[in-house]
């Protein structure tokens, strides 16, 4: 039974969705904004701030832990190098959701999730 749990499903299951979270967060990091729905941005939202969190603390344990989420090495070394220094002084709120319309094939809500 799945009770009281929050997590979004996404219509997938756990592996898939887990690896679909991972992929998307990655390419927020590299490209810091990216065009996706109104559900996945805001299940992939808390992911994302964690990694540029972990990222500011810019240590050997801080990396580890960012190369075991992000998929990609190079937007480990963008969020270490680039994010980490750049959102130093800021304590949180390090992405915007803003809607942009509706998908014309299934009428999906579209939002762009980009950093501040």
Known sequence: MRHRNTNKILDRAKAPRELMLRNLASSIIIYEQVTTTKAKALAVRPLVEKMISL??????????????????????????????????????GYTRITKIGVRKGDGAEMVQIALV
């Open 55 to 92: 990222a500011k603390v810019g240590d050997l344990n801080s990396r580890r832990g960012l190369l075991s989420v992000l998929l990609q090495k190079n937007a480990t070394k963008k969020s270490m190098e680039v994010l980490g220094t750049r959102y130093q002084d800021r304590p949180g």
